[in-house]
């Protein structure tokens, strides 16, 4: 697996091996002893799966107990996926990164604990998958609003996002949880 480093240390992209023939490919998505070799926690013990139409943007969330990390990855389509910082005594405390995972580059996402992550869909459909290092813990999760003009994410978006009501309710940085 190849990674590549973000400008937000930590988060990182990887890219998995692909053997490619007249059938089609195969790669691993995950291997615990090469994950363990990049940094990647050992063990994930949730994963979830949804499919989302074009401009449908899920996110920021995060949760501020029982923190998840999330390997994340597009199996049909392509979305736009966002990290941004919440660790406070962080260097890049408020930066976001974005970066494309679509089912054509099979690339992966890194998001550690102590980042808000969200995506949007860049394609007409997309499936997305994602392991978590915690389960979902409802009384814990946050929501970052993911149009905060103090982060200036620049949402790759054609036309109106599709957000869902506890997206439109998330806080600004200024006013949200953070981590120490």
């Known amino acids: 697996m190849n990674v590549i480093e973000t400008s937000l240390p930590g988060v990182v992209m990887i890219e ?20 363990s070799e ?14 989302s139409r074009k ?8 949760q501020i107990r029982q ?17 941004v910082d919440l660790r406070q005594s962080s260097p890049t ?6 970066m494309e995972l679509s089912a054509d580059n099979r690339r992966m996402a890194w998001i550690p604990p102590g980042f ?5 869909v860049t394609s007409d459909v997309a499936e997305f998958l994602y392991k978590t290092t915690d389960y979902w813990a409802p009384p814990h ?15 790759p978006l054609d036309g109106e996002p599709v957000v869902a009501a506890k997206d439109i ?3 600004p940085l200024s006013q949200c949880e953070l981590f120490a």
């Open 16 to 35: 998995p091996k692909v053997f490619g023939d007249e059938r089609g490919f195969f790669y691993e998505s995950y291997n615990r002893k090469v994950m």
């Open 141 to 155: 999760e946050r929501t970052l609003l993911w149009n905060d003009p103090a982060l200036g994410i620049d949402w």
């Open 116 to 120: 808000a992550h969200g995506f949007v």
């Open 93 to 98: 405390f408020g930066q976001w990164v974005g």
């Open 67 to 83: 923190t998840q990390g999330k390997l994340v990855r597009a199996i049909v389509g392509s979305v736009w996926d966002v990290a």
């Open 38 to 51: 990049l940094g990647i926690p050992d063990e994930f013990v949730q994963d979830n799966h949804s499919r």
């Open 169 to 171: 309710a998330g806080l």
């Open 55 to 62: 401009n449908v943007l899920r996110g920021l969330h995060y």
